[in-house]
């Protein structure tokens, strides 16, 4: 049970940082800071390490596979379409799914928009460090122990 608690405490404040510094670095769509640590926290440290290594290089490979389609064919929901046509395959091929999710909501950003300026693509990848930073930030605590010894310090749980 405590180990329980203890993951969801790290995974909300996690999601909470994530957010926070997304909003003081003046951010657009800061919650998806939030959104990739809450699907980047995994079991074991070395989980989270491959994990996040595949989503930073998928999320990239998503936004210049972006930039190509919709310089291309336009900002539209048939080039959005084709985009998924392609990066779904090549992603699950290269045996980075992981990183679908987290790739396309950031092009989903781009699209909406209907720009990839570099601000756009320093916002995004800006959102995917500190999700990912974050992550990583949480299971430094847990490895180090710091969360059992403030969780036993102050838990009303027997």
Not at 12 to 21: D, E, M, R, W
Not at 71 to 97: D, E, Q
Request: proline share 3%.
């Amino acid at each position: 049970m405590k180990k329980l608690i203890l993951k969801s405490l790290k995974t909300v404040l996690g999601v909470a940082l994530s957010i926070f510094l997304a909003e003081t670095a003046g951010l657009k769509y800061s919650p998806t800071a939030g959104i990739i640590c809450l699907v980047s926290i995994f079991d074991t440290r070395k989980q989270t390490y491959t994990i996040r290594l595949k989503r930073i290089i998928t999320s990239l490979l998503a936004m210049i596979l972006s930039f190509v389609i919709f310089h291309i064919a336009g900002h539209n929901l048939p080039a959005l379409v084709l985009f998924l046509v392609v990066f779904v395959p090549m992603s699950t091929y290269f045996n980075a799914s992981e990183g679908i999710v987290v790739g396309t909501v950031l092009v989903s950003h781009i699209y909406s928009l209907h720009s990839l300026g570099l601000e756009i693509l320093v916002n995004e990848i800006a959102l995917l460090i500190i999700g990912i930073a974050t992550v990583w930030l949480m299971s430094g605590i847990r490895e180090q122990g710091h969360t059992a010894a403030l969780f036993q310090r102050y838990t009303v749980f027997p």
